[in-house]
């Protein structure tokens, strides 16, 4: 009888223990879910960085459409849309330049770094097959 006792206030105490632990994690699900949330970026980000930093090392120059399109797409994810006025035509360089960022607008800094990310592995791939 005395076991039987014992036995059941163990249950008791687990079904306890599972309660508190739920009741734990419906306090901190936002928290976690924001956490990993977090960390997803991070990881997005840190990928973005590493393909800036590479597109330096392709063994030919991208042409300058393709440097344009990799330009519009930096810009859009590292500041977000346009924010300064379109130069004027005497300063050529600096307006293809902002047409490119200002092509782009429409997107959020994620899929920005994602397309960034793609161009670049799509630069490499070129690169590699010629």
Known sequence: MAKARCCYWRFVLLQLTILRADILLDIHRGEIAEIEALLEEAAELEEFEEHAEKVKTL???PSNDDML??????KQATVGPVNTGRPGMFNMRERYKWDAWKAV???SKEEAMGDYITKV?????AAGSS
Request: avoid cysteine.
């Open 121 to 125: 592995k799509q630069l490499f791939e």
């Open 69 to 74: 399109i990799l330009y519009g797409l930096y």
């Open 105 to 107: 607008e429409g997107k």
């Open 59 to 61: 063994p030919a120059a």
